[in-house]
């Protein structure tokens, strides 16, 4: 131990003989101002903003271009799975929606899940290329429940990603 004692003793002897408290200050004053200016550094935030998860109980959720009817990501499932308690229509209608964040277009199909009485929360109707109802395959206002097995009671709507849009 006497050895470490040394070492360290001759250290701080230098140390003191050559560095004066007001150098020790201006470090360390220079050192604090440079830390506080490390927050106004740039920084890219875009990379942040497209990995956040997108919001499926919101209207403006890209993949809900084409829907009408209430979202079934605020009434007990999700924006791709029916609630408890309900089932998948067996038609559905399908629509083209851009996805902002890859700019490529999806193929999504909307399926009303059945067999309750209607969610009432998180209403959506953005109709983007909707067409007339002899058309049914791209119309989103028939009851599409009707062709189920649990029955004609309306609940909620689900977006499914079919396929990408062929360029």
Do not use: Q
Not at 72 to 77: F, L, T
Not at 135 to 147: H, I, K, M, V
Request: charged share 20%; glycine share 10%; hydrophobic share 30%.
């Amino acid at each position: 131990m006497a050895r470490y004692d040394d070492v360290v003793e001759g250290f701080t002897r230098r140390l003191a003989k050559t560095v004066t408290r007001r150098s020790i200050l201006r470090s360390l004053g220079g050192f604090l101002v440079g830390a506080a200016g490390i927050p106004l550094l740039p920084v890219s935030r875009g990379r942040a903003e497209r990995a956040a998860e997108p919001d499926e109980t919101s209207c403006d959720y890209w993949r809900y271009c084409a829907a009408d009817g209430f979202l079934c990501a605020c009434c007990g499932g999700s924006a791709t799975a029916c609630p408890p308690g309900t089932e998948s229509a067996p038609v559905t209608w399908v629509g083209t929606c851009r996805n902002a964040s890859d700019g490529r277009d999806y193929i999504v199909s909307y399926n009303d899940c059945c067999g309750k009485s209607s969610c009432g929360r998180c209403f959506c109707n953005r109709n983007e290329g909707d067409r007339p109802a002899y058309s049914p395959a791209t119309a989103n206002d028939y009851n599409w429940c009707a062709g189920s097995k649990a029955g004609v009671p309306y609940h909620c709507t689900v977006s499914r990603i079919v396929s990408v849009a062929p360029k």
